[in-house]
């Protein structure tokens, strides 16, 4: 009898929960006859591939630092929880996936525990921007990390990190949900009554901060373009709190809820005024002009300008090595400068066209590791198992 493949992955939120249950079905394909024994800690979807959870994963499904500290015990047993069953079973191959500061700690308990254990880790966290000792930190009990962007090897191997692949982003797998079909280019192409969106983040903190200059740079929009259609996607657990923030909007947007209405919004967008974040990059795949703004507490920004050592924290303008998107960060992301930065990036003329064809560039980068991430994932995964652990 052929003796299962054992994969233990870790994945700590919804989103790396979505991407292990597409790197199982891979991984499944790979293997053809030979039977998978799937362990380790997941939510619904990793569950539906047969996955045996270790523990709940809303255990350690937490976000920010208040919830952090008050779970803290919990979480710090969850932890050695998890990288003692993973070092019992003594798996082909370890795949912890994005939440680093769980997974990265679990990984190093693994390697003290059962140095044998081939391990990955898929999502590279973002010493490219901060913290960057953490690259070399992670070096000694990270096999090989697994990319979802372009510009990621080479920064890992600057900062002495582990071996980098990149294997690409899911987005790419979607770009048909995020194009317009005819009656929604039509949309986008009319500049006298364009379709704008508002993309004031999804995080309570950033929603807050935003919200007060976005709504008075769309007024000043308006003014100048009377006939435009604002529309605000929203997260469902935001939409009573951005429903209160645009109640004394001069001009209010049409706030749509969920990822049909999102996707459909992006379709017909002609432009945006958007949060930096992962938003920039799927309104650059979208080939939506883009104006982006982070505002936060000043002691936030104080600690951001220390921290990150970087020419924009724009993912568009990181992967192509230019300043395409105008982002305006703190006092810079003024109601004035907003408005007439979105209103260039609206009208035909050099600047739109200049975030056109650098979205242009995003999107052959994206492509370069080919149409399926997770094919990708699974082949520089497995490129472990038949080479010693540590490379």
């Not at 305006?328 to 408005?339: N, R, T, Y």
Request: net charge positive; glycine share 6%; charged share 20%.
């Amino acid at each position: 009898m052929t003796r299962p493949f054992r994969l233990f992955i870790v994945a700590g939120e919804a989103s790396g929960d979505a991407l292990g249950a597409r790197f199982v079905a891979r991984l499944r394909a790979v293997l053809g006859d030979r039977p998978l024994e799937l362990s380790g800690v997941g939510g619904e979807a990793l569950i539906a591939e047969g996955l045996h959870s270790v523990f709940p994963q809303e255990d350690i499904a937490v976000m920010g630092f208040g919830p952090v500290v008050a779970r803290l015990p919990l979480l710090l047993r969850r932890m050695s929880d998890t990288a003692r069953a993973a070092a019992v079973l003594k798996p082909d191959l370890l795949l912890t996936i994005d939440a680093p500061d769980f997974s990265l700690r679990v990984a190093k308990k693994v390697r003290r525990l059962a140095p044998s254990i081939p391990i990955a880790h898929w999502v590279c966290p973002s010493v490219w921007a901060w913290r960057q000792g953490r690259a070399r930190r992670m070096k000694p009990h990270v096999d090989r990390i697994l990319a979802l962007l372009p510009f990621e090897p080479a920064a890992l191997e600057r900062l002495g990190g582990p071996e980098t692949v990149y294997v690409g982003h899911p987005l790419i797998e979607r770009l048909q949900d995020y194009r317009p079909g005819p009656d929604e280019a039509i949309r986008r192409d009319d500049a006298a009554e364009p379709t704008i969106l508002v993309l004031p983040g999804s995080r309570r903190s950033e929603v807050r901060h935003l919200m007060p200059p976005f709504g008075e740079a769309v007024a000043l929009v308006a003014a100048q373009l009377p006939q435009a259609r604002f529309v605000l996607p929203a997260v469902p657990r935001l939409v009573e709190a951005i429903t209160q923030l645009t109640a004394d909007w001069r001009i209010k947007p049409k706030i749509v809820m969920g990822e049909a209405a999102k996707l459909a919004a992006f379709r017909e967008a002609r432009a945006a005024l958007a949060a930096s974040g992962t938003v920039t990059l799927e309104l650059a795949l979208s080939q939506v002009p883009t104006v982006a703004a982070y505002r936060g507490a000043a002691w936030e920004a104080m600690l951001a300008r220390r921290l990150i050592k970087l020419p924009s924290v724009i993912l568009p303008n990181l992967i192509i090595g230019e300043s395409v998107v105008p982002e305006f960060i703190q006092d810079e992301a003024s109601p004035q400068a907003l408005a007439n930065a979105l209103l260039a990036a609206t009208a035909d003329g050099p600047a739109r066209q200049r975030q056109l064809d650098g979205f242009v560039k995003v999107e052959q980068s994206m492509r370069s590791a080919g149409p399926s991430p997770a094919a990708n994932a699974v082949d520089a995964a497995l490129a472990l198992v038949r080479e010693p652990a540590g490379g």
